[in-house]
């Protein structure tokens, strides 16, 4: 059986059986704070395991960094603020004018591959269909692709992480 990944189940609630709201800006915050969550579930990096555990490496909640120019957190995970209190939740470590986004999608694809993905560790892309009309479904265009190129993306990180810190 395959592990359910957080972050797989959440992005897939966004869209299956419900409206998506694309300007609730949380809702990407939302997804993206479970990457931490199944970095810890696999437990690949003992050290980034024993600073959650520690609670010297925080999920930053409220969208907003601290002493970093930026337009804003989204989901940022670090090191805790001395003197910051955190929170543990249960259940937790850590209308178009132009074409339709699916006619967008293989442009934007090739500009995100080119432009966002050198400037990270890794970049993994979920490929899907979903409409924004009843009974608003969702389908992964390849299930087993998207979980094996995120469980890989886990591995990896989870490396980088025990070799920097």
Known sequence: MKTAYRLLTEFRKLFDGVKYVHRASTLGDWVAMHLYEDLVAIKRSQKLVEAVARQ??????????????????????G?????????????????????????????????????????????VILRYRAANEPPYPFEWVDYQEAWLDYAAALARISSLYQRRF
């Not at 010297?56 to 995970?77: I, K, M, P, S, Y």
């Not at 955190?86 to 986004?101: C, E, F, N, Q, S």
């Not at 995100?112 to 970049?123: N, W």
């Open 56 to 77: 010297d490496r925080v999920l930053n909640v409220q969208n907003q960094r601290q002493g970093v120019e930026a337009r804003r957190g989204d989901g940022t995970f």
């Open 79 to 123: 090191e805790l603020i001395p003197d910051s209190k955190v929170v543990i939740d249960p259940g937790y470590a850590v209308a178009r004018k132009y074409l339709h986004p699916s006619q967008e999608a293989p442009k934007a694809i090739s500009r995100l591959l080119a432009e966002a993905k050198p400037l990270f560790d890794e970049f």
